[in-house]
C-alpha cells in the first residue's frame, strides 16, 4: 500500500512462500524366465514429500527529487520457512511355492504406523536493493540498479515463535549454518537498462551482471565467478 509524502513514497508488502515438493523412485526386477526357483518379483521404492509456507516482507522507499530523476531504496527480509518431510522406503518381495500359492512380504522403513515427518526451518538470503532512474520527458529512460545479498545468512533458523535464539537449533543446523558462512559471501548484482518510445514503438535494451555466491577461493575456473546478461526488445503497439 503506498503512501504518499510530497515527493516520496513509501511502500511495504507482506508475502507468503509456499512448497509442496513430492519425489518418487522406483526400482523393480520381474523373473521372465523362471531362472530362480520360486521367486517372482522384487520391487524397491522410495518417496520424499516436502512442504512448508512461510512469510516474507519487502519495504521500500522511493523519492523524485527532480522531474527527470527518480531514486529508490528497498529492503527484503530474510524469511522462514518452516518445513516438513516426510522419507519412506518400501520393499516388496514377491514367491510362489510349489502348490503355486503367491506370497508377499513387504518392509518399511520407517513403518508407516510410526512415521514421524522431519520439521526444520529454513532462512533464506536477504536482499537490499538500490535503484535510480533518469527520464527524458515521455521518450526515454535509463535505469540502474544495485542488489545486494545476503548468501552467508542461509541456513537453519528457530521457530518463528522461538525467535533466533542459538540453543533453539539443532546441532546439525548449527553445523549446516557454519558451513553456509564458510562457503558464501554477499552476494552482488548490478542491472542497468534503457527503454525509448517513437510513437508506437518500444525500443528495449538491458545488461545485467552477477557476482557467484561462493567464495573466491571455491570457484574454479577462475573466469566462472560471474555471470553476464545482454538483451534486447521491440515492441509495436499498432
Given at each position: 500500500f503506498?503512501?504518499?509524502?510530497?515527493?516520496?513514497?513509501?511502500?511495504?508488502?507482506?508475502?507468503?512462500?509456499?512448497?509442496n515438493?513430492?519425489?518418487?523412485?522406483?526400482?523393480?526386477?520381474?523373473?521372465?524366465?523362471?531362472?530362480?526357483?520360486?521367486?517372482?518379483?522384487?520391487?524397491?521404492?522410495?518417496?520424499?514429500?516436502?512442504?512448508?509456507?512461510?512469510?516474507?516482507?519487502?519495504?521500500?522507499?522511493?523519492?523524485?527529487?527532480?522531474?527527470?530523476?527518480?531514486?529508490?531504496?528497498?529492503?527484503?527480509?530474510?524469511?522462514?520457512?518452516?518445513?516438513?518431510?516426510?522419507?519412506?522406503?518400501?520393499?516388496?518381495?514377491?514367491?510362489?511355492?510349489?502348490?503355486?500359492?503367491?506370497?508377499?512380504l513387504k518392509?518399511?522403513?520407517?513403518?508407516?504406523?510410526?512415521?514421524?515427518?522431519?520439521?526444520?526451518?529454513?532462512?533464506?538470503?536477504?536482499?537490499?536493493?538500490?535503484?535510480?532512474?533518469?527520464?527524458?520527458?515521455?521518450s526515454?529512460?535509463?535505469?540502474?540498479?544495485?542488489?545486494?545479498?545476503?548468501?552467508r545468512?542461509?541456513?537453519?533458523?528457530?521457530?518463528?515463535?522461538?525467535?533466533?535464539?542459538?540453543?533453539?537449533?539443532?546441532?546439525?543446523?548449527?553445523?549446516?549454518?557454519?558451513?553456509?558462512?564458510?562457503?558464501?559471501?554477499?552476494?552482488?548484482?548490478?542491472r542497468?537498462?534503457?527503454?525509448?518510445?517513437?510513437?508506437?514503438?518500444?525500443?528495449?535494451?538491458?545488461?545485467?551482471?552477477s557476482?557467484?555466491?561462493?567464495?573466491?577461493?571455491?570457484?574454479?575456473?577462475?573466469?566462472?565467478?560471474?555471470?553476464?546478461?545482454?538483451?534486447?526488445?521491440?515492441?509495436?503497439?499498432?
Open positions: 503506498p503512501v504518499t509524502i510530497y515527493l516520496v513514497q513509501l511502500g511495504l508488502s507482506v508475502g507468503v512462500r509456499t512448497l515438493h513430492q519425489w518418487r523412485s522406483s526400482y523393480q526386477e520381474v523373473d521372465r524366465r523362471d531362472s530362480t526357483p520360486e521367486f517372482e518379483s522384487f520391487e524397491y521404492i522410495r518417496k520424499l514429500e516436502v512442504s512448508g509456507s512461510g512469510l516474507f516482507f519487502r519495504l521500500g522507499v522511493q523519492a523524485q527529487p527532480l522531474a527527470w530523476l527518480r531514486l529508490g531504496l528497498a529492503f527484503s527480509s530474510r524469511g522462514r520457512t518452516a518445513l516438513t518431510e516426510r522419507y519412506q522406503t518400501l520393499m516388496v518381495a514377491n514367491f510362489v511355492d510349489t502348490a503355486n500359492i503367491l506370497y508377499t518392509g518399511y522403513s520407517p513403518d508407516p504406523d510410526t512415521l514421524t515427518p522431519f520439521v526444520w526451518t529454513y532462512k533464506g538470503s536477504n536482499r537490499t536493493t538500490l535503484s535510480a532512474s533518469v527520464f527524458w520527458g515521455r526515454g529512460l535509463l535505469s540502474v540498479d544495485y542488489d545486494l545479498m545476503g548468501y545468512g542461509m541456513g537453519v533458523g528457530a521457530p518463528l515463535n522461538e525467535g533466533d535464539i542459538d540453543p533453539t537449533v539443532p546441532d546439525w543446523g548449527k553445523d549446516l549454518n557454519r558451513e553456509a558462512r564458510e562457503t558464501f559471501r554477499l552476494g552482488h548484482q548490478v542497468m537498462g534503457t527503454e525509448w518510445v517513437q510513437g508506437p514503438a518500444v525500443y528495449r535494451m538491458g545488461y545485467a551482471w557476482s557467484s555466491p561462493y567464495k573466491s577461493e571455491l570457484i574454479d575456473p577462475a573466469w566462472n565467478q560471474s555471470r553476464r546478461q545482454f538483451w534486447v526488445g521491440y515492441r509495436d503497439w499498432e
